[in-house]
């Protein structure tokens, strides 16, 4: 039977399970905004809502959207009779260019089938099979079939406690492999530590330390002020495709632009939804070969004679003989390199298009459109980064940009326009505040690189280098360990690591897989222990998470209490630190509802003057009502007020005190205003990249240049073709496969609502020259396969995505058919294999694969499956 089996047998519908739960306020002093959780009735079930209620009837509530998707939007819920019976978004303002609503996508819209949904992880869960002490006990081969057995949470939090001691008393901490501190991982830290996971799969090589090249984090937050877009001539957008992941507002930081008649030129392998959006012209460019591309445009810029080359000199070092850092170790420079001085090769538009696929024409199109005599703004996304070798692509970047002298002055800017970054940089102007709560932190420096964790689990052995996005890199440093435990919380790492078909294996080796979670998902699946996690929706409150836009502060309340026996990871971490005996004081020592109040009362926003100031006036009422400890203060709006509205959105205005331009204060005076690169400019040559990337061991010594130079990637272009020779005869795998983020989920997120199965369908995007080629039309079930593993899907056939390619979308639940040996819900990660380069990257957009017409039997569309509920024996 399901899970949806209530504990006395009686089975549970939507409205019933309503009824059934226990009415539940939500925090002190939010009663006002609160009161969908569920309210009984005196015979204990709800009133009927009534087919006749007005629409708006209700109480609407401001409340969580908490996808890692980057539109940080506001989410907002009608609670008639207990029930969410509407969704919508942001309403507090009119919405303006300069004051911008923030409007959410489908998949916020859709948020209530997954707090309320059938696949929800409603009470700890064991594995029916495993026992602790490890060895034949756990019996790993059991892992994602075995079936499962509803247990107290006593019962669950003893099985963790008993194998935690068990663990780190025989075999130490490196014996545990850990993700996020939330809760069990706080626990963690105070045992020994565990092994982190080193994961660059959200800003892929833009993950390294990119101060040595002159650039901020993840190249974030230079680009200019949204209000600058209108004044230049081109807007370039390289890679992703922001309309459909990050799918609330951020588009709209372009309608100036759009108004004023601003050029958009879109490069990327397919002519996608943001292209379209735009109405850009499209620059095709296969997976995976963006340095090659840009090396060609490099090379027709000076061909061209449209490089700055005052710009270069001043601004920069390494573009030539005249211009080498202090601290270089070869005379090779950028410009030798372009013109084939080293290698014989000059990087022309012809060179390059053999690699990348772009016409010739459209290469040297670009490189006259981005010279120095125009106004350009060039814009990244992070797909491109997040390929096997693209380590150059920042660097190659940056220099392309320089080139042009895109840098420092209205019209002209260059860096990522990522999530909420895009098309609007400078400082934060609101901030979210801390809670209070005291940091943990892991006594375990060593990292593993999670696109081999699972062949690091079956050897027992891992490179220890350091962790993306961090600032020390280590050499090759090989260590042994003798992996027992995976713990996971805050995220679905069997579902976002690569290699899925080895990680089926390799878990089977572990001793024991734990896994805090709201729905069951693929990690849910594999795991031993699960413990139901609550939602955003059943929290006190909160700010998202990955909480970043220059001008508006998001904030949620509470929906309901705790459904089903759902609890919060600070319930779970205290109950975890009594049962092992610790004092759970000492890492929880106030309250949840006394944190997200210092948050709120620690938001600051900026003047236009330039002061830091406290955002939310809050009063001795407040605190008293509240409960909690605290001082009034006087702020720019009120607690009820913010809390009603869900946000804080500082109002613009042309020219205001707020403008930006970024790297002006540099290009000014690059003296008095330097980077962050030890030269204190923009380091076209620079030897820490070498040296780093050379030293980590994931790709042969001298493989990276100082300087942007192509490197080959383990698959990808080169493997279309047999032996690696470009142009040659096809490969047994010849097409690229990448995975566009999809509207239907944010990465897994999302991916089993009814609503967004039935609007997005999950196909494979096929380019229809290639598939008419194979016998394939609109609709066939199709094989996709690879070295790594296979998996199905249904046909579109397009002509908007480039011959050679394969757009598999990102983030489809694992749905393995063992007997087929075939996966069938059309996971990206079944064929993305354990390979790395450069920096250890997660590379996803570049793996190579094939297709055929599937002869079994069809899929079922997904819209038509079960969501996926859990079974207990």
């Known amino acids: 039977m399901s899970n949806t089996i209530a504990a006395d047998g009686r089975r549970l519908t939507r409205r019933s399970f309503l009824a059934a739960t226990a009415a539940g306020a ?31 009837e209700g109480t609407w509530i401001a409340a969580a959207c908490w996808d890692n998707c980057g539109g940080r939007c506001v989410n907002r819920v009608l609670v008639r009779n207990g029930e969410v019976v509407r969704q919508g978004s942001e309403t507090s303002h009119e919405d303006s260019f300069g004051w911008l609503q923030q409007r959410g996508c489908p998949r916020g819209r859709a948020r209530a089938q997954q707090v309320y949904g059938e696949d ?8 029916k099979h495993w026992q602790p002490g490890g060895g034949e006990n756990a019996r790993g081969d059991l892992r994602g079939t075995d079936e499962w057995e509803q247990i107290s949470w006593d019962e669950a939090l003893g099985y963790i406690a008993q194998e935690a001691e068990r663990i780190y008393r ?19 830290h105070q045992l020994g530590g565990h092994v982190n996971l080193s994961d660059t799969s959200s800003a892929g090589t833009y993950s390294f330390n990119l101060g040595p090249l002159g650039l901020p984090s993840q190249d974030l937050g230079k680009l200019n002020d949204r209000f600058d877009n209108k004044n230049a001539e081109t807007i370039v957008l390289m890679g992703g495709n922001s309309a459909w992941s990050s799918g609330g507002s951020t588009m709209n930081n372009f309608n100036e632009a759009v108004d004023a ?11 996608n939804a943001t292209a379209a959006y735009f109405d850009a012209r499209w620059i095709p460019v296969l997976p995976g070969t963006d340095t090659a591309f840009m090396l060609g445009v490099c090379y027709e810029m000076l061909a061209q004679g449209v490089a700055d080359l005052d710009f270069l000199h001043t601004y920069c070092v390494g573009f030539d003989a005249e211009s080498m850092p202090a601290d270089a170790t070869t005379d090779e420079h950028f410009r030798g390199y372009l013109e084939g001085a080293y290698d014989g090769v000059p990087k022309t538009a012809a060179w390059a298009s053999a690699l990348c696929g772009t016409p010739v024409d459209d290469i040297v199109w670009f490189a006259e459109t981005i010279g120095r005599d125009h106004a350009v703004m060039l814009m990244h996304n992070y797909a491109l980064a997040r390929c096997n070798g693209a380590d150059n692509v920042p660097q190659l970047f940056m220099t392309m940009g320089a080139m042009g002298a895109h840098f420092g002055k209205s019209g002209h800017a260059c860096g990522g326009a990522y999530k909420t970054y895009a098309g609007a940089g400078g400082p934060e102007l609101v901030t979210m505040g801390k809670t209070g709560l005291p940091a943990t932190k892991n006594p375990v420096a060593d990292t593993m690189p999670e696109p081999l964790m699972w062949q690091c689990i079956q050897e027992g052995r891992y490179n220890s280098t350091g962790a993306a996005y961090g600032t020390e890199f280590n050499a090759e440093t090989i260590k042994e360990a003798d992996f027992k435990w995976l713990c996971v919380e805050g995220r679905n790492t069997l579902q976002t690591a690569v290699g899925t078909m080895a990680a089926m294996e390799a878990i089977k080796k572990l001793d024991f897989v734990t896994d805090v979670a ?44 705790p459904l089903w026996e759902a609890k919060t990871e600070f ?39 330039g002061e830091t100031a406290p955002l939310v006036t809050i009063t001795a009422d407040d605190i008293a009502e509240w409960g909690v400890d605290g001082e009034p203060q006087e702020g720019d709006i009120a607690l009820a007020d913010f809390l009603a509205a869900g946000c804080y959105t500082v109002k613009r205005s042309e020219g205001d005190a707020y403008s930006f331009i970024g790297y002006a204060d540099f290009v000014a005076d690059p003296a008095a205003n330097p980077l962050p690169s030890p030269s204190g400019k923009f380091e076209i040559y620079s030897q820490y990249k070498a040296d780093t990337l050379n030293a980590m061991g994931y790709s042969p010594a001298g493989t990276y240049k100082p300087y942007p130079n192509y490197v080959e990637s383990p698959e990808g272009r080169e493997g279309t073709f047999r032996d690696r020779e470009v142009g040659g005869e096809a490969s047994e795998y010849p097409f690229i496969m990448y995975n566009p983020h999809y509207l239907r989920r944010a990465h897994g997120v999302m991916d089993s609502s009814p609503w967004l199965r039935e609007a997005w369908a999950n196909p494979v995007f096929l380019n229809a020259v290639d598939a008419t080629a194979r016998g394939i039309a609109d609709g066939d079930t199709v094989r996709l396969f690879n070295a790594h593993g296979a998996t199905l899907r249904t046909a579109t056939l397009t002509e908007t995505i480039m011959p050679g390619c394969v757009a598999l979308p990102h983030g489809a639940w694992l749905n393995y058919d063992a007997d087929a040996g075939v996966d069938r819900g059309g996971m990206d990660n079944v064929l993305c294999g354990q390979v790395t380069s450069g920096m250890g990257t997660s590379g996803y957009n570049n793996y190579n694969c094939n297709y055929e017409k599937y002869d079994g039997e069809a899929l079922v569309p997904d819209c038509e499956l079960p969501q996926r509920a859990v079974e207990v024996a």
């Open 518 to 561: 709201y729905t069951f998902d693929t990690t849910a699946r594999f795991a031993d222990i699960v413990l139901p996690c609550a939602t955003e929706w059943e929290r006190v409150g909160g700010f998202p998470g990955h909480q970043r836009s220059r001008e508006t502060l998001v904030v949620y309340n509470q929906v309901t209490e």
């Open 170 to 188: 025989d075999f130490g901490p490196t014996a545990v492999i850990g993700t996020k501190a939330l809760a069990v991982g706080k626990i963690l």
């Open 261 to 271: 008649g601003v050029q958009f030129v879109y490069v990327g392998p397919s002519y």
């Open 120 to 127: 929800r992880v409603k009470f700890p869960l064991k594995r």
């Open 26 to 56: 939500a925090a002190a002093g939010l009663a006002s905004l609160t009161g969908c959780a569920p309210q009984p009735s005196a015979s204990g079930s709800l009133a009927e809502t009534g087919d006749q209620a007005p629409i708006d």
């Open 571 to 609: 319930e779970i971490g205290r109950a975890l630190a009594q049962k092992l005996g610790m004092n759970p004081d000492e890492l929880w020592p106030i309250s949840e509802k006394q944190a997200f109040f210092n948050q709120i009362a620690t938001s600051t926003y900026l003047t236009p003057g």
